[in-house]
């Protein structure tokens, strides 16, 4: 999916919402866990009653990994559901880093095989092992810049040359000189608002996929108020909060109302903002 198919999706659906897919199938519904693909179902339950309010669906694959080669035929078949639901841009939280052949492989899995719209790399390891995800029309890496656990407080606030800059602040800068605004993105936290306005900072045009709204405690108001941009700019995603919202038989139902709040919050500031 392109940068300008993005922009549209937003526009038409009046959002920037991304539902985190990190499903767990000990936490689903008695009558989901009764059927013979227990997260399969409620992926495809979930992406049905979002299908017109989300732009973007996050799939973990910590989630799916540990469950086997069962969870790799879930995986798959979950993306599959997505693309029949219409145009959406479909992200592959795997977070991998490696360099070389290592790299190309993993891009080729992802882009090729799975032909997911984006992955998110650690780049820990430089340039090479992000440059495999560029430069594929449509595909995007999405860089991890800042994040909001605890432990980013061991490297990513460190600071480099000289104290003028932090670690975060450099990453997200030389990262720029590798990816333009058509391929590259960042993840950036949620809930320390004035780390994202320092980030939008470091990458004014890039998009940024913004973990942690709702149950991390991050707030919508806010991390738009810091990221947004005059084309959006942003990917919020909402895993627990919108994949957990209810139990029982209102467990989807209540996934959808919970997407809905979010989205109509989103809408309010779009067009304050004139985006929409």
């Known amino acids: 999916m392109t940068r300008t198919d993005l922009e549209r999706l937003i526009r038409e659906r009046r959002s920037l919402l991304c539902v985190g897919l990190d499903t767990e199938e000990e936490l689903l519904p008695d009558h989901f866990r009764n059927e ?46 997505i693309r029949a639901q219409g145009d959406h841009f479909i992200i592959a939280d795997a977070k991998r880093g490696d360099i070389g052949n290592t790299a190309r492989k993993y891009a080729d899995a992802f882009f090729g095989r799975l032909d997911v719209d984006a992955v998110t790399i650690s780049p820990y390891m430089g340039h090479d092992s992000v440059m ?20 980013a407080m061991d490297f990513q606030f460190l600071t480099v040359d000289g104290g003028r800059q932090r670690l975060f602040e450099k990453v997200m800068e030389r990262s720029v000189e590798w990816g333009g605004p058509d391929d590259l993105m960042f993840v950036v936290g949620a ?50 909060g919108i994949l957990y919202a209810g139990e029982g038989p209102d467990a989807v139902p209540a996934a959808r109302s919970a997407a809905i709040a979010l989205q109509q919050e989103m809408e309010r500031m779009l067009a304050v903002r004139g985006v929409i």
Not at 43 to 58: G, L, P, S
Not at 132 to 151: C, D, M, Q, Y
Not at 191 to 196: F, G, I, M, N, W
């Open 36 to 81: 013979s693909h227990p997260v399969r179902a409620f992926n495809e339950a979930i992406c049905y009653a979002t299908r017109d309010i989300a732009v973007a669906y996050k799939l973990n694959l910590a989630f799916y990994e540990a469950m086997g080669d069962q969870g790799w035929l879930d995986l798959e078949a979950t993306i599959a559901c």
């Open 191 to 240: 809930t320390r608002t004035d780390v994202l306005a320092q980030a939008r900072a470091a990458a004014p045009r890039h998009f940024f996929l913004v973990p942690g709204v709702g149950a991390q405690g991050g707030d919508l108001q806010a991390v738009l108020d810091a990221g947004l941009t005059v084309d959006g700019g942003l990917l919020i995603n909402s895993s627990r």
């Open 132 to 151: 495999p995800f560029l430069g594929r029309h449509g595909k995007w890496a999405i860089v991890l810049g800042v994040t909001s656990n605890e432990g």
